[in-house]
């Protein structure tokens, strides 16, 4: 096919790229993580100017006869994962993130688990200032709601 523009010389179309439809409710944000910080932590990161990052990561546990390259060294299905960047003191909302399609048929019907990860943005420093909890669960369970997650300093 080719596109014509007035004024311009006839150029090929691009070809069609496929994109991953991105997972996303239209009541809301998916899920949200609030973060607390001890008051060492909070003092610290604001006197760096620190940012930090929570990190979201999507698997699943395979369906019957999925095909082994779905599947990795742990016996799980990678879907995807979707980072936040935040000040302290703000929440991460994840609304819309893009799960890989492919890999989603290949998992069971519990659906998607998720596993939450918070560090230091490492912008004053190369290595991670905090020692947070986690958050690991289904999917399911945090939709529309909001994952707490503590942080402190580490050695704290």
């Known amino acids: 096919m080719l596109l014509v523009r007035i004024g311009a010389q006839p150029q090929q179309a691009a070809p069609r790229v496929e994109q991953q439809p991105a ?3 239209s009541e809301g944000p998916l899920f949200t ?3 607390s910080f001890s008051d ?10 620190e940012t930090v ?5 999507f698997t699943g546990s395979p369906r ?3 095909p082994k390259r779905f599947v990795d060294n ?7 994962q979707a980072k ?29 688990s998720l596993l939450i990860n918070v560090y230091s943005g490492r912008k004053s ?3 991670n200032l905090l020692d947070c909890g986690i958050y690991e669960g289904t999917l399911k369970a945090v939709q529309g709601k909001s994952i707490p997650i503590a942080c402190k300093l580490i050695g704290e």
């Open 23 to 25: 997972v996303k409710s």
């Open 33 to 35: 993580v609030k973060m």
């Open 40 to 49: 060492k932590a909070k003092t610290k990161l604001t006197e760096k100017s």
């Open 53 to 57: 990052i929570v990190a979201a990561y």
């Open 64 to 66: 019957k006869g999925a």
């Open 74 to 80: 742990t016996g799980q299905v990678g879907l995807g």
């Open 84 to 112: 936040r960047e935040v000040a302290p003191g703000e929440d991460a909302t994840f609304a819309e993130f893009k799960l890989q399609q492919d890999a989603l048929k290949q998992i069971d019907e519990q659906g998607p």
């Open 125 to 127: 420093s190369k290595d």
